[in-house]
């Protein structure tokens, strides 16, 4: 087809007849066609190019364009240059961090409390499960869960998004040979060694003492620097307490990746150190003992009548400790009810969580609880009226069974205070007040003391004695035991009144103090309330003359490789001056508690004893304290022996367990009879000797 004759508007064939014009006129109109704007109907071929315009303006747009890029690589280059650098650093490297198995807890022989073991763990790589949508299905199948499961775990924000998810904690051989078998089935699949907590001496052993391990919480994340959101750290107990040596030190891996975050290599690997042994006071043969004895003490209290209520007593949690009061070391403690710390392993159900925390096993009564002491609290009221003269030892008291307090004007009810025996003891002096635990005998050192402040401006034994000397024994401070959650006692006053009044107005709606107060006050009654290792601390201090010590449960710290890192030397925290003519007259009533045939302990320890009394003398007090009308009073025994030169103090008390020779007693009973058969090693620690320190690295 000839393509030349494709005139706009002209016919393809034919001839082009033009209008006749003349010659001037067509110049003429071609002269005013050069003025005037181009035809726009005119065909390309009768429009004159200007080439020299179009690329004058092409050329300056790309210079323009070159200019802009120039400065702008300027600016990249020189000004941004480190800021992008990093950035690009950052882009390509991922920083992974390893956890260190924690270390060892052991008791004071070597036995090991608390180890890792290590399982096989099924892990997912979250990319690959992304780039293959079935890969979740085989994987749950493999592992035996639900695909919703595993979607779970690889949607779980606790685990790096670096790092394999894991999906199968104890991974059976069986599926590992699977896996091994059909790699081609199971991409970015893979089964890795982990390590978690163990109790080769059993999961309910010092379960309290020990504490269990969980993933960190946003507020301990806050305040530990260094450590991640995956990082597992002690929750309670020693775990928590020692955690810093304990935890070690994480190893970091540096990943290098590509833009869409995929994992190329390692740049670099720094192994984790597993952390520090902890070694401790305790004992555990003597620990499992005391453990079964009191839970084997509960269940018999809960089971046997009390006749003088009528009730069976619900005896409804305890405690037990053992300390060595020549240098603060917790042998033992434990707490009821129990729990076993298998049941964190792996991490514990929601269900299982909100039990535990029904019944109170969470609970460190040891030193958590506050009770009523009751007549135990007569240690302290003796050495108050002994060291400021207010009664001679041996001047006897007519003990009536009924105390009718001089100058009060209210109902006689409110005016007189009984005996627990109402009978009355008779003449009684303060030994045998101590042995026989007469209440009228303390109710007359309680209102001396009272009677003293408010009727001598002098203040001859201060203004309140026996609240002095209870502070210095350290009832109403912490002990600073190594455990965490340690409870404060109280020591009831009137500045202590007005403080819980204050806090709680229809929980304690009497806040003036009287004369009856004190009185109550001097036999353990009323508002003051102590924890067990306190009192256990306190009578501590009794037995070795007068000084307080810092209770101490852990030991030592020892490094992986078996050197010493820190001994944790005795420390003293306060002193109790106790001349012999104090300590000597409340000591012989002491010892008759437990010797005398009129002591409250001596049916109890001449029945449960299996040792012989008179060679290794035990002196102690019973404890027998009023709760709210209707209830069980709290039971309590504390004794210490041999007499002459005390290596052990025990102490139990059972909250609504009735009287303190039929329910604590026995428990102490028992546990001096191990002591004696199986005294306690010394302390042995592995590698060579350093030298002792006074506090507590934390």
Known sequence: MNRGWRTRGLPRTGSVRWPALGRARRERINERQGLSLPNPLATPEEVGSRPDVRLWVVGGVFLLLFVFMGVRLAFLQLVDHAAYAQTVATNTLRTVVVPAPRGQILDRNGNLLVSNTVHQELVLSRLQAAADPGLVGR??????????????????????????????????????????????????????????????????????????????????????????????????????????????????????????????????????????????NIDAHLQSYLDQSLAADIYRVRNTLDHRSGKYPPAINGAAVVLDPRNGHVLAMSSFPNYSLNEWVGGISQTNYSQLLATGAMNNYAI????????????????????????????????????????????????????????????????????????????????????????????????????????????????????????????????????????????????????????????GQGSTAVTPIALANAYATFANGGRRYQPEVAAAIV??????????????????????AVRNPILQGLIGVVNDPRGTAYSTFHSYATFNLASFPIAGKTGTASNAPGLEPNSWFVGFGPVGAPRYVVLCVIGQGGYGASAAAPVVAQTFNYLVAHPPAPLHLPGAPVAAAGGRAR
């Open 139 to 280: 994987v749950a199948a493999l592992a035996g869960v639900t695909p919703s499961q595993v979607i779970a775990d690889i949607n779980n924000p606790q685990y790096n998004p670096y790092q394999p998810v894991p999906v199968l904690a104890d991974t059976p051989t069986s599926v590992i040979i699977y896996l091994e078998e059909h790699p081609a089935l199971f991409p970015g699949v893979e089964v890795q060694t982990q390590t978690q907590r163990s109790y080769p001496a059993g999961g309910d052993l010092a379960a309290h003492v020990l504490g269990y391990v969980g993933p960190i919480s946003a507020q301990q994340l806050a305040s530990s620097p260094g450590l991640t959101p995956t990082s597992i750290v002690g929750k309670t107990g020693i775990e928590q307490f020692y955690d810093s040596f304990l935890r070690g030190t994480d190893g970091v891996k540096k990943i290098e990746v590509d833009a869409a975050g995929n994992p190329i290599g390692t740049i670099s690997n720094r192994p984790a150190v597993v952390g520090d042994t902890v070694v401790l």
């Open 559 to 580: 490094s992986p490789s078996g050197r010493p890192v820190v001994v944790y030397g005795p420390k003293i925290d306060g002193h109790v001056g106790l001349p012999p």
């Open 368 to 523: 958590q609880g506050l009770y009523t002491p009751g007549s135990t609290f007569k240690l302290f009221s003796a050495t108050a009226a002994l060291k400021d003269h207010m009664i001679a030892p041996y001047q006897y008291v007519f003990d009536s069974g009924r105390f009718k307090i001089p100058g009060c004007t209210s109902s006689p009810a409110g005016c007189v205070r009984l005996d627990d025996e109402t009978t009355g003891l008779g003449y009684v002096d303060l030994p045998l007040a101590l042995t026989e635990s007469s209440d009228y005998y303390f109710y007359n050192l309680g209102y001396l003391a009272w009677n003293a402040y408010t009727n001598n401006a002098n203040y001859p034994y201060g203004k309140q004695p026996i609240q002095d000397i209870a502070a210095a024994y350290g009832l109403d401070s912490p002990t600073g035991v190594d455990l965490t959650g340690e409870a404060t006692g109280r020591v009831d006053s009137p500045s202590v009144r007005l403080a819980l009044h204050a806090a709680s107005p229809t929980g304690f709606p009497n806040w003036q103090w009287y004369t009856g107060d004190n009185v109550e006050m001097a036999f």
